[in-house]
Nanobody, 121 residues
Framework: QVQLVESGGGLVQPGGSLRLSCTAS????????MGWYRQAPGKERELVAN???????NYADSVKGRFTISRGNAGNTVYLQMDSLQPEDTGVYYC???????????????WGQGTQVTVSS
């Protein structure tokens, strides 16, 4: 099993910053990719940013230049630094990891429980 523990959500005013973190634990052999998705009320879940095991990063166009994704040295923690936050960034942010467990031949996607980010004055 894999546990993804998220932290860092909250309420912030427009133009403010937040930092999300997510740590993966369990019987993990390899972590191929970690990232963040978000879901606003009435909308589908969308990719915000992810980072591959080799360090390649991908961002949604709407957050480029404002958000930065990074990994911890151990490789099982991912951070999302969110700057210049806007009301449209409001939503539940979910940590995602594509990992292979000891019991698996192939990797699979796992999700955190989600953390609320609200941008409002």
């Amino acid at each position: 099993q894999v546990q993804l523990v998220e932290s860092g959500g909250g309420l912030v005013q427009p133009g403010g910053s937040l930092r999300l973190s997510c740590t993966a634990s369990g019987s993990i052999v390899s972590i191929y990719r970690m990232g963040w998705y978000r879901q606003a009320p009435g909308k589908e879940r969308e990719l915000v940013a992810n980072i591959m095991s080799g360090g390649t990063t991908n961002y949604a166009d709407s957050v480029k230049g404002r958000f930065t994704i990074s990994r911890g040295n151990a490789g099982n923690t991912v951070y999302l630094q969110m700057d210049s936050l806007q009301p449209e960034d409001t939503g539940v942010y979910y940590c995602n990891a594509y990992v292979r467990l000891v019991s698996q031949r192939l990797g699979d996607d796992y999700w955190g429980q989600g953390t609320q980010v609200t941008v409002s004055s």
